[in-house]
């Protein structure tokens, strides 16, 4: 289900926020261009304390929460394609842990991406059991905390 630039607010933070910056609009492959949106923002933080790090995660989660609930509201559909801030913290969880070098960026983005499009169980069971702005959240929590387990056992 594709939405028009009109749909969204662009005055609103939320409705920025929640479409990646815009990212979301792109009619093909929203999710994986939203993951893009993250890559840079992982960067900037991952050079940081790590706990700077945890923190950003912590919050980007949060305020997701409550930026998907509205936004799904406003756009009237319970996980909208152009919603993609759910992408981003998913994909800052997957990278926890993991050295800031490219390879482990390269693998790190690949791999949240097939779990994220998969939906490897229990990734599909939130999907399906857990409604609103912390459903839109948490799937993609589960698929970045599971993509982190494998790339901690890398030899980096």
């Known amino acids: 289900m594709a939405t028009s630039v009109l749909t969204l607010k662009w005055s609103r933070p939320d409705h ?4 990646g910056f815009g990212a979301g609009l792109i ?11 993250a890559v840079p923002l992982y960067w900037g933080l991952k050079s940081y304390h790590p706990g700077l ?3 950003a995660v912590v919050v980007g989660f949060i305020v997701g929460v409550y930026i998907c609930s509205r936004v ?7 996980d909208h394609p152009a919603i993609v801030w759910d992408e981003v913290v998913g994909f800052w969880v997957a990278m926890i842990g ?8 390269l693998t790190g983005f690949v791999l949240f991406r ?3 499009i998969w939906k490897p169980w ?3 069971w939130v999907e399906r059991k857990v409604r609103g702005g912390l459903g839109v959240m948490l799937d993609d929590l589960v698929a ?5 387990v494998i790339l901690n056992f890398l030899p980096w």
């Not at 993991?98 to 960026?105: E, G, I, N, S, Y």
């Not at 970045?144 to 982190?148: N, P």
């Open 27 to 37: 009619p093909v492959a929203p999710g994986t261009v939203g993951t893009l949106v």
């Open 114 to 116: 097939l779990f994220d």
């Open 122 to 124: 229990p990734v599909c």
């Open 98 to 105: 993991t050295p800031l070098t490219w390879p482990a960026l």
């Open 72 to 78: 799904s509201h406003d756009l009237g559909h319970d």
């Open 16 to 19: 920025l926020l929640a479409s």
């Open 144 to 148: 970045g905390i599971m993509v982190a």
């Open 53 to 55: 790090y945890l923190a």
